[in-house]
């Protein structure tokens, strides 16, 4: 891979906004006189660290990364967006996703005006690697997976993800929302394998802060600096550093109860799901919800709405043909659930 070639010409020659934050260490103790800020405290009278060293130290050391392999965004749609404008050439270059899969590729696409090309997953939602392969060009720049995908749920094959990332020579984004819920490997530990890989993860799913708006992308130190020169200069706030500072410090092991139950209860919910009648499929799952093919979705949909339970429709995404995807709940929502579909 020649990480040069595959950048943006307009983004390899510009010039990086650069504040006089950058002159000096978080640490070092200084008179900030140069961002023309209030100078009286109410504790977020200063901007942020733009590069938000310590948190990064701290999920570092969680995931067992450097901090020059992270870059931490608005969301992982942060990310996504900047990976589109950083190698994506608009109207010129293209992307290849799964069909179906996570919707925001497709959109950040079409903001930055790039071509996407889907290659569909089987009736069982397995990927070919083979039809990824035969639909690259020369224009394609990058290939989103996620893993475990969404919103069908299941798995991707490993040694089928790194042929992918081996035979490209473009990057490769896999999307690991959920893979705190599923059991497999992370692909963060092969950052320093496979040079165009970024690894896509967040702290809104199993870490319960989908309100905060905390992604994370791991890679390369060349990759990571070239997210640094393109993003928002202060794009990270001193709230949401703090915050998930203190959760990772306090907090981990509730954290992993969390999981454990949420892990325990997508099984209970399936098994339940298995003795009724109105449900021809249910989809495996390696996440924190379950997609549920029902004979006559919209009814169940509908029902449930009445009821003040509010799933997503997926039976228009290719082969959900009446699919629900019922996200996993607290136990008492869960019976909730359960009993309105059991009234059908």
Not at 4 to 10: F, I, K
Not at 189 to 218: C, H, P, Y
Not at 249 to 274: A, Y
Request: with cysteine; hydrophobic share 40%.
């Amino acid at each position: 891979m020649n990480l040069e070639q595959l950048v943006r010409p307009n983004i390899r020659a510009m010039k990086a906004y650069s504040s006089a934050r950058d002159e000096y260490k978080p640490t070092d103790e200084v008179t900030l006189l140069d961002a023309n800020e209030n100078p009286y405290t109410t504790d977020y009278n200063r901007y942020p660290d733009p590069y938000q060293n310590l948190l990064k130290y701290k999920i570092g050391k969680l995931k067992k990364v450097g901090n020059e392999s992270i870059f931490l965004g608005n969301g992982s749609d942060e990310a996504i967006d900047l990976i589109m404008r950083i190698f994506c050439e608009p109207i010129i270059d293209n992307i290849i996703i799964p069909d179906p899969t996570y919707g925001m590729y497709e959109v950040a696409a079409a903001i930055q005006n790039v071509t996407v090309k889907r290659v569909p997953l089987s009736e069982n939602f397995a990927l070919n690697i083979d039809d990824f392969l035969a639909t690259i060009d020369s224009r394609t720049k990058i290939i989103f997976v996620c893993n475990p995908n969404n919103p069908t749920g299941n798995l991707f094959d490993s040694n089928s993800l790194q042929k992918l990332i081996n035979s490209f020579q473009g990057i490769v984004v896999i999307d690991e929302a959920y893979i705190d819920f599923a059991n497999s490997d992370s692909f963060i530990n092969r950052i320093d394998e496979f040079k165009n890989l970024i690894v896509l993860q967040t702290f809104s799913k199993a870490w319960g802060l989908a309100g905060i708006r905390l992604g994370m992308a791991f890679s390369n130190p060349e990759i990571i600096q070239l997210f640094n020169k393109v993003k928002a200069p202060y794009n990270l706030s001193s709230v949401t550093q703090s915050l998930v500072s203190n959760l990772i410090d306090n907090n981990k092991d509730r954290v992993s109860t969390e999981i454990e139950q949420l892990i325990k209860d997508r099984q209970i919910m399936i098994l339940e799901l298995e003795k009724l009648h109105i449900i021809d499929k249910i989809y495996q799952s390696e996440t924190n919800f379950i997609l549920v093919k029902f004979k006559d979705h919209q009814k169940v949909y509908n029902q449930l709405k009445i009821n003040k339970l509010i799933v997503r429709d997926r039976s228009s995404a290719l082969n959900c043909n009446g699919c629900l995807r019922i996200t996993i709940g607290t136990p008492s929502e869960n019976k909730k659930v359960l009993k309105v579909l059991e009234s059908l």
